[in-house]
Each structure stands twice: as structure tokens, then as C-alpha cells.
T-cell receptor, first 115, second 112 residues
């Protein structure tokens, strides 16, 4: 089966600019996650969707980050305006549902560098 | 919220030796503990997981043990090979939305 797709793979922007990332989960997966992985650390959950509804966005910096999953399939994550500390890999993951028995499958990530 | 500590941060072994990575967690409600392997520049991939109703699980050269009383779990890799070199992350999940909280990772280097 096809895996989680993400684009772009790399992005370089200047601080205060905006940027958007796109994710296409595995077909049929109801739950979609966005993680931020700073160099040398483990992934940190930013937001979790169940279909097109938000399950958890407690760690999303809502003053600058936003995410949507309008039709319950693809998702976009936006940063506006970007700060230097936003430099990280942004990983999208999906799972069949949001239960504890469901494995999360990760995409290749988007590597963001903010200058 | 959940807090996951992972040790060591780096581990270097000779090919054929065993490697052990340990994690502790803080939330006693956590009941799912996956381990992910991440090679340089690639996506994290699940290598093994364990649920709270079992104490040990094996898959070929990889095993995971769980001690719920002490709130710690460990990854054991036997007969290590150079292709095992990667960063390994432990994670814990529980609560109403089953959010995964990751450790900071262990860089494993297997020397030929």
C-alpha cells in the first residue's frame, strides 16, 4: 500500500514569512497527526485530527500555527509568521483510527529552515 | 501530561553484541509503548510495540520488556548488525485520545 505522502520535502524561508506543508495520509486512515521534530529530539505532537475534527491541539502554537483537514483526507499545516525556532522537520502520520491498537505510520517529513 | 525519559542518548557497540535502551514514563494510565527506528534523513518506522497486558514481546532479534509497577520499558537488540545503526525512539500512549509522547532518542552505532 502507498505510504503517507508529504510535500515539499525541503523549504527554506526567512523569518516572518509564511509557509505551508501538505500531507496525504494512507487511504482509509481516519486519524491524522502533525508532529514537530527539532534536531536531536523526539517528535512532538502538534495536532491530531479524527476525520475532519480536531482531537488534540494542546501543543499547537495557535498564534502562528494553523492546520486544517477539510474533507477528512488531506491536511495542510501553516506557519505565519515563521520564527527562527520553527526550524525543524514536520512529520505527518496517520492511523486507521485513534485507538491504542492503531499503529501510526509516518511520512518522510518536510525539513524547514528559517533564516 | 506524560513525560518519557530515554537512556542512553548514544550507544556504541561492536557487531554481534547486544544493545539495550531504557525508557521511563510518568503517567500510570499509559498502556501502549511503541519503539520507532529512524535512519538519517528518513521517516520513523515502527519496529516493535507492547501493550500493558503483557510483560515481554519478541520479534526475531528484537525484544521489548515492560515493568508497569516501575513504569519503565526497554528495547533489547541481540546480535547487532551495522544496518541496526540508527536513532531509536521510545514512546508512551494513554489517556482519552491516546496521544503518543516520545523520548529524546538514542543514537545506536554498530561498529563492524
Amino acid at each position: 500500500e502507498a505510504g503517507v505522502a508529504q510535500s515539499p520535502r525541503y523549504k527554506i524561508i526567512e523569518k516572518r514569512q509564511s509557509v505551508a506543508f501538505w500531507c496525504n495520509p494512507i487511504s482509509g486512515h481516519a486519524t491524522l497527526y502533525w508532529y514537530q521534530q527539532i534536531l536531536g529530539q523526539g517528535p512532538k505532537l502538534l495536532i491530531q485530527f479524527q476525520n475532519n475534527g480536531v482531537v488534540d491541539d494542546s501543543q499547537l502554537p495557535k498564534d502562528r500555527f494553523s492546520a486544517e483537514r477539510l474533507k477528512g483526507v488531506d491536511s495542510t499545516l501553516k506557519i505565519q509568521p515563521a520564527k527562527l525556532e520553527d526550524s525543524a522537520v514536520y512529520l505527518c502520520a496517520s492511523s486507521l483510527a485513534s485507538g491504542i491498537l492503531e499503529t501510526q505510520y509516518f511520512g518522510p517529513g518536510t525539513r524547514l529552515l528559517v533564516l | 501530561g506524560e513525560n518519557v525519559e530515554q537512556h542512553p542518548s548514544t550507544l556504541s557497540v561492536q557487531e554481534g553484541d547486544s544493545a539495550v535502551i531504557k525508557c521511563t514514563y510518568s503517567d500510570s494510565a499509559s498502556n501502549y509503548f511503541p519503539w520507532y527506528k529512524q535512519e538519517l534523513g528518513k521517516r520513523p518506522q515502527l519496529i516493535i510495540d507492547i501493550r500493558s497486558n503483557v510483560g515481554e514481546k519478541k520479534d526475531q532479534r528484537i525484544a521489548v520488556t515492560l515493568n508497569k509497577t516501575a513504569k519503565h520499558f526497554s528495547l533489547h537488540i541481540t546480535e547487532t548488525q551495522p544496518e541496526d545503526s540508527a536513532v531509536y525512539f521510545c514512546a508512551a500512549s494513554g489517556g482519552s485520545n491516546y496521544k503518543l509522547t516520545f523520548g529524546k532518542g538514542t543514537l545506536l552505532t554498530v561498529n563492524p
